[in-house]
């Protein structure tokens, strides 16, 4: 794909915060996904108190995680 785009999760529960990611596709495909996003009660066995979809170029991603 030439410009993917990617669809991360900010996960905030009661022991900390994570963002992974979820989906790697086009643009239209990664809006869809967000928009349609819903929280779950727990994650990794942690309850969740903020849960939100963020969407943007795999390039951003990607420098965001070599800045580390």
Do not use: Q
């Amino acid at each position: 794909m030439k410009n993917p785009w990617v669809v991360t999760y900010r996960v905030e529960h009661d022991a900390g915060m994570c963002i992974f990611e979820a989906y790697r596709g086009s643009k239209k495909e990664c809006i869809r996904i967000a928009k349609h996003s819903v929280a779950p009660n727990f994650f990794e066995g942690h309850k969740i108190t903020t849960w939100k979809p963020i969407i943007g170029p795999a390039k951003d991603w990607e420098d965001f995680l070599e800045e580390g």
